[in-house]
């Protein structure tokens, strides 16, 4: 594959080597792209990078990711809670174990002796802080997941799928 390059005075055009550069990119805007979670979802191996807006709703809804070895290593997605209702919203890692780790924003003192566990499922549960926040990252073996939340209680995590 020929490199890319992006200049100003240039526009784009192709020049030896491989790869993009964007040269001065003024003008240019990258987007990741939106998923709209509302309802039982399953995502693929094509599926990243997005960014997966979750809507909970009064009856559980589950997000199914590919398997670390079909994701391939360097996967990932961002998961926001967009919208909290009654019921959990979990994210089934299939038949892989996920290394997480759940950051508090009030430091963990809410409970939460181990934060740091190897789970299959992770969930929003009822009534999490809006703008919680899973990122999933595969190293094509395992899944690495940092959730973001109020307290520990609003991030539950399991060993069986869902």
């Keep these: 594959m020929p490199k890319v390059r992006y200049t100003a005075s240039k526009g784009l055009f192709q020049e030896s080597g491989s790869g993009v550069a964007?040269?001065?990119p003024s003008g240019v805007t990258m987007r990741r792209k939106v998923i709209a979670w509302?309802?039982?979802?399953?995502?693929?191996?094509?599926d990243s990078g997005a960014l997966v807006f979750c809507t909970q709703t009064s009856t559980a809804i589950d997000l199914e990711?590919?398997?670390a070895a079909a994701a391939g290593s360097g996967w990932?997605?961002?998961?926001?809670?967009k919208t909290a209702s009654t019921a959990a919203a979990n994210i089934d890692t299939q038949a892989d174990s996920s290394l997480?780790?759940?950051?508090c924003a009030d430091g963990g003192t809410d409970s939460?002796?181990?934060t740091?566990?190897?789970?299959?499922?992770?969930s929003f549960s009822a009534d999490a802080?809006?703008?919680s926040r899973i990122n999933i990252v595969s190293d094509g073996s395992v899944y690495f997941v940092r959730g973001f939340t109020g307290t520990t209680a609003e991030i539950a995590i399991a060993d069986t799928g869902v």
């Design 65 to 67: 990711i590919p398997t």
């Design 116 to 122: 740091v566990e190897t789970k299959r499922t992770i």
């Design 76 to 81: 990932f997605v961002d998961v926001i809670l």
């Design 112 to 114: 939460a002796a181990d």
């Design 38 to 46: 509302t309802a039982d979802k399953t995502l693929t191996s094509a």
């Design 129 to 131: 802080t809006v703008n």
């Design 100 to 103: 997480v780790f759940i950051h």
């Design 22 to 24: 964007l040269v001065d």
